[in-house]
């Protein structure tokens, strides 16, 4: 076999490795929003459309303009205080699971450092933060704030977007306005 016919086989086999691939981009969402789904179910979680007056222990809202993002108000924090603005910044606790059947607890908050280990400024292009991050601060509103999300790829960090992974988070947050 000579040297081209060895390259040309090689680039028909790499070619038809590429194009038998059945996991593509599209296949990936679709097998995510399956994943959120399937997660809904078995947490028996009740999802509305509009934002609800009372939050239920298993109420999750649907927020608009944000596909397959789900928010839970745990615990409103101190009403009292000023709501977030853009630039405060957010001193974050989380746990981070997967969604699947035996969720794994990816990341939990630790507190040996610092009560509130993550910082962040509050809608801005911060790299401590992702999209779902600053969403759920807009509707956590407070200081001492608690909530659970459902986050798909889209709304995570970068990194987790090329996997097609959505994640489960619990938050707390303190607002540091300077």
């Known amino acids: 076999m000579t040297t081209k ?17 059945s996991t593509s981009y599209s296949n990936q969402l679709e097998a995510e929003e ?26 999750y809202w649907r927020i608009p303009d944000y596909d397959n993002f789900y928010f839970h108000l745990v ?3 101190d009403t009292a205080s000023a709501e977030v603005e853009t630039n405060d910044l957010i001193n974050l606790r989380y746990t981070r ?8 607890t990816l990341r939990a908050w630790n507190t040996d450092d610092s009560a509130y280990p993550i910082q962040f400024k509050y809608w801005t ?8 991050w600053q ?13 659970k999300i459902i986050c ?5 960090f970068d990194s987790e977007n ?11 947050i303190q607002i540091k306005r300077y």
């Open 5 to 21: 016919h060895l390259i040309i086989s090689l680039l028909s086999l790499v070619a038809l490795t590429a194009c038998s691939d």
């Open 34 to 59: 399956k994943l959120i789904d399937n997660f809904i179910s078995r947490q028996g979680i009740t999802v509305v459309d509009e934002e609800p007056a009372q939050w239920g222990e298993k109420v």
């Open 75 to 77: 615990s409103p924090g």
């Open 97 to 104: 699971y997967t969604l699947e059947a035996y969720a794994d």
């Open 125 to 132: 292009s911060d790299d401590n933060a992702c999209t779902g």
């Open 135 to 147: 969403v759920a601060v807009k509707y956590m509103k407070h200081s001492g704030a608690q909530c």
């Open 152 to 156: 798909p790829s889209k709304l995570g």
């Open 162 to 172: 090329s996997s097609v992974i959505p994640y489960g988070y619990d938050m707390k």
